[in-house]
T-cell receptor, first 115, second 115 residues
Framework: NAGVTQTPKFQVLKTGQSMTLQCAQDMNHEYMSWYRQDPGMGLRLIHYSVGAGITDQGEVPNGYNVSRSTTEDFPLRLLSAAPSQTSVYFC??????????????FGPGTRLTVL | AQSVTQPDIHITVSEGASLELRCNYSYGATPYLFWYVQSPGQGLQLLLKYFSGDTLVQGIKGFEAEFKRSQSSFNLRKPSVHWSDAAEYFCAVGASNSGYSTLTFGKGTMLLVSP
């Protein structure tokens, strides 16, 4: 099992550019989520999904779009990047079998810089 | 809405000394509580979790945490710290939503281990 994978590992964008951060998991997890991590802020939830075709907003959704067409993939889209979106982005997944107590498994992160 | 407070931004501990990292949470119902560790440049790894039962929970790498409802606390402890424990530690509370849990993280405590 590869677990949760994220690509790219590093990315530099110019203001106004768009890009998609990729996240994939091979554990057949229903729940997937995106967080951003900023110094001194911990991790903040951007969007999450409880299954294919179902997404919802987290704490800081503005400027980000998501979709979930398959169980395995949960891409995060920045339509028009802004310097405030400079951050480290983590994708996580968990099984919903047995309820809400399950561990979330994290990917290695994508470090994004917006100039 | 739930929240997590980690009062210590940095803690320095001598190798071999004991460790306690503080975590206070705010949540209206019985919380799901987690401690994660993040090594430099890595994703997050679950150390331990609590929902119900024995209020002292054991985790990986020799860590334990004690849930105290009266104090709304879930402090992480280790009797003897090793240099490899130097990392950032995050406490998180999960809000249960019909079978899944969205996590709210504290801002983290950076542990430095001195020789």
């Amino acid at each position: 099992n590869a677990g949760v994978t994220q690509t790219p590992k590093f990315q530099v964008l110019k203001t106004g550019q768009s890009m998609t951060l990729q996240c994939a998991q091979d554990m057949n997890h229903e729940y997937m989520s995106w967080y951003r991590q900023d110094p001194g802020m911990g991790l903040r939830l951007i969007h999450y999904s409880v299954g294919a075709g179902i997404t919802d907003q987290g704490e800081v959704p503005n400027g980000y779009n998501v979709s979930r067409s398959t169980t395995e993939d949960f891409p995060l889209r920045l339509l028009s990047a802004a310097p405030s979106q400079t951050s480290v982005y983590f994708c996580a997944s968990s099984s919903l079998s047995g309820g809400a107590y399950n561990e979330q498994f994290f990917g290695p992160g994508t470090r994004l810089t917006v100039l | 809405a739930q929240s997590v407070t980690q009062p210590d931004i940095h803690i320095t501990v001598s190798e071999g000394a004991s460790l306690e990292l503080r975590c206070n949470y705010s949540y209206g119902a019985t919380p799901y509580l987690f401690w994660y560790v993040q090594s430099p440049g890595q994703g997050l790894q679950l150390l331990l979790k609590y929902f119900s039962g024995d209020t002292l929970v054991q985790g990986i790498k020799g860590f334990e945490a004690e849930f105290k409802r009266s104090q709304s606390s879930f402090n992480l402890r280790k009797p003897s710290v090793h240099w490899s424990d130097a990392a950032e530690y995050f406490c998180a509370v999960g809000a249960s939503n019909s079978g899944y849990s969205t996590l709210t993280f504290g801002k983290g405590t950076m542990l430095l281990v001195s020789p």
